[in-house]
């Protein structure tokens, strides 16, 4: 495995128009894109950026994720933290099949088939007891995309 660029921290929400304020008034975040659901996951999912570092296209994001009705573990998450909090981290690499048969063969659980996530390109999550307690994401971008 080789470590990628971080894409996103994931923080989930009770309320992403309240999240939305914060960013902006408290952390002084300037691009705030607009909200949208991802009904087959089951989240409401709006993306902040930060800066990147000099030179760089693009910061890391934070992915702010509200349940939609119905959703059973981002709601469980809210449950255990009703302010919200971080729920997980995203890493970008340049293949998504052979990063799975990778951790596979490292023995991490690989949570499903790589699905499209919010960003339109393929995703897994691997299970935060294998990843030193970190629910992570594995997200492909193709050597031009950046996000
Ligand atoms: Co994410």
């Given at each position: 495995m080789k470590l990628g660029r971080l894409n996103h921290i994931g923080v989930a929400t009770p309320s992403i128009a309240d999240s939305i304020i914060f960013y902006r008034d408290?952390?002084?975040?300037?691009t705030i894109h607009d909200p949208f659901d991802l009904p087959d996951q089951g989240v409401k999912v709006c993306f902040v950026d930060t800066p990147g570092a000099e030179g760089a296209m693009n910061g890391t994001q934070i992915e702010l994720i509200e349940p939609l009705p119905g959703n059973a573990s981002i709601a469980a998450f809210l449950e255990k933290n009703p302010a919200g909090g971080q729920h997980h981290v995203c890493y970008e690499v340049p293949d998504i099949h052979a990063a799975k048969a990778e951790f596979e063969a490292m023995g991490k659980r690989v949570l499903g088939e790589p699905r499209i996530g919010a960003h339109g390109t393929l995703i897994f999550f691997v299970h935060p007891k294998d990843m030193q307690g970190v629910l992570t994401e594995i997200m492909e971008v193709s050597a031009q995309d950046g996000h």
């Open positions: 408290v952390m002084g975040a300037t």
